[in-house]
């Protein structure tokens, strides 16, 4: 064994036994704000696996189910099991497949015992449409969502997938349930990850994750990259400097079904909970966006009180978990601000202490890429979230990692969220190396709005020591973290007032943390509002 892996071996048994001795917590901080030098060597040249890859080709027949996925409902009873049956088609003649031809059906047991429950869904197909000369449209094999009942909390379940009249149903799969939620109960690791994409890269980041246990994954946005290709396959690093002629932004679907196949081992037994990115955008004809995302994934809209696909809630154990839309209205008329404002008002903080919101375009980032893009998000919402003490905040769209210290308004403050951003997930486009605060690098602010969520709110800072000017000329201090790696984050809450958050960085280890930190709630000094829980 060669000395470099006794040197890992022994870094990951310290990190095995040390039992957090050691571990930073938020309560000792603010830190002092941390930038890890680029490391090259590791940027990696991100490539999107192709499609004669045998990991993204279709290995079932005729209507047996494929890409196989499960998702959270809004408490631990309650799952959601989704798959797709038939073939996508694409090209300029194209004919819908007939959802109703193949049930939607799903067999379930305790694991141990016989699979004597059914669960009955729907289905559906959608297409997505370029009525252009020469590009070609796409129609989806049939999408199935399939929601399972009184189930036990944190409990082992078995269940296959299908429609048994056809005799296609798929194999034994297995999940297991939350936790109820209480101030003591907890799923052991949450895996979150952001803007996966489809490369040798996000199979690294991928398995990675998958050997540290997740129990529940959240993807923070930017899931397939499809809208990196034409619609004849045709791909680039950079869509809009390489396409810019074509008559509208382009997809190719078939990404979509590449990435369900390669995701299935991990998420047909681990429930993933997605929230909206731009790259899930995807404008078709009639102005029609955000389509595969809505149909491909299950989410417990109608079960938390919202009536979109784009924002919902729900429980881990002990933790409610809010999904925001940063790519629709979030202004304070609008429904989603409204849902918001209903649901933080229903927490009940003594059953689920801990409050975690997750949306794609991060607010506190300080790289180059994306600077201040979502700040009239900020302005609106940054109120509500900071008034309900929210904890913990995650982000994605920023291809890097960044943790802060606790901030509200641009300033330090005790009570305010640790946010993180884990954009870092490994897809195609560049990683982002360069930060505002370095000479040369701060952006015009005229630039820094993100079209599609329209309006212009990043001023100057009025306070602080950046006041009368955009950027920082250093790290500011409410960044503690920042790191340009490909990797993932695990969080563990402990009990009502720990959680150990750690980042793991593809080149490390699965089981080293590039960072860690305990990240403590103080509800005596910090008291949320008292809801109507
Ligand atoms: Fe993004």
Redesign the pocket.
């Known amino acids: 064994m060669g000395s470099i892996w006794v040197t890992l071996l022994f870094i990951s048994s310290i990190m095995v036994v040390d039992g957090g001795v050691g571990i930073p917590r938020t309560i000792d901080g603010p830190f002092k704000p941390v930038t890890v030098p680029l490391d090259k060597s590791f940027r990696g040249h991100a490539v999107d696996i192709p499609d004669t890859d045998p990991l993204v080709q279709r290995t079932v027949q005729g209507f047996q189910p494929e890409q196989i996925s499960l998702s959270l409902s809004t408490s631990h009873d309650s799952v959601w099991v989704s798959w797709i049956t038939g073939e996508f088609q694409i090209g300029e003649n194209i004919e819908p497949l007939d959802p109703e031809k193949v049930a939607s059906i799903v067999k379930y047991g305790r694991f141990g015992r016989s699979i004597n429950r059914q669960a009955v869904g729907y289905s559906l197909v959608y297409s997505q449409l370029y009525p252009f000369e020469g590009l070609q449209n796409y129609t989806s094999g049939i999408i199935h969502h399939v929601r399972l009942t009184g189930l036990r909390a944190n409990t082992l379940y078995q269940y296959q997938c299908g429609d048994p009249s056809l005799s296609a149903m798929s194999d034994i799969h297995y999940f297991r349930t939350m936790p109820v939620s209480g101030p003591k109960s907890y799923p052991s690791r949450i895996a979150v990850v952001g ?1 996966l994409g489809l490369t040798y890269n996000t199979t690294s980041t991928v398995d990675h994750m998958a050997i540290n246990h997740p129990d529940l994954i959240l993807l923070v ?2 899931a397939s990259y499809a809208n990196m290709y034409l619609t004849n396959g045709t791909s680039s690093d950079c869509y809009s400097c390489s396409f810019s002629n074509t008559p509208i932004h382009e997809t190719y679907q078939p990404r979509w079904d590449y990435w369900g196949r390669y995701m299935e081992t991990l998420i047909s037994s681990v429930p993933i909970m997605v929230v909206e ?3 899930e955008i995807e404008a078709q004809a009639e102005n029609k966006t955000f389509v595969a995302y809505s149909s491909r994934f299950a989410f417990p809209s109608e079960e938390s009180g919202s009536s979109s696909t784009f924002y919902y809630s729900f429980n881990a154990g002990g933790i409610h978990f809010i999904m925001l839309g940063a790519y629709i209205s979030y202004n304070k008329s609008g429904d989603q601000y409204k849902w918001l404002e209903r649901d933080l008002a229903s927490v009940d903080r003594e059953v689920t202490p801990w409050l975690v919101a997750t949306w ?2 991060p607010w506190y980032s300080t790289y180059k890429s994306h600077y201040r893009e979502a700040e009239c998000m900020r302005v609106e919402m940054e109120d509500l979230l900071y008034t309900y003490g929210v904890d913990i905040v995650f982000n ?2 920023v291809h890097a990692y960044e943790r802060s210290n606790r901030v509200y308004n641009y300033t330090l403050d005790p009570c305010g969220p640790v946010y993180i951003t884990v ?1 870092d997930g490994g897809n195609r486009e560049k990683m982002a190396i360069t930060h505002a605060d370095e000479p040369g690098n701060c952006p015009e602010p005229s630039t820094t709005p993100d079209d599609f969520m329209g309006g212009f709110c990043a001023f100057n800072f009025t306070s602080g020591p950046a006041a009368g000017k955009f950027c920082w000329d250093q790290q500011p201090d409410y960044s503690a973290f920042r790191e340009s790696s490909f990797g993932h984050g695990i969080l563990e809450v402990k009990n009502e007032t720990h959680a150990l958050w750690s980042w793991h960085r593809n080149q490390d280890m699965y089981d080293i943390a590039g960072d860690a930190i305990y990240i403590v709630r103080q509800p005596d000094k910090c008291p949320p509002v008292k809801t109507e829980g």
């Open positions: 803007d946005g930017d990115g731009n790259h794609h375009p994605g769209h954009g």
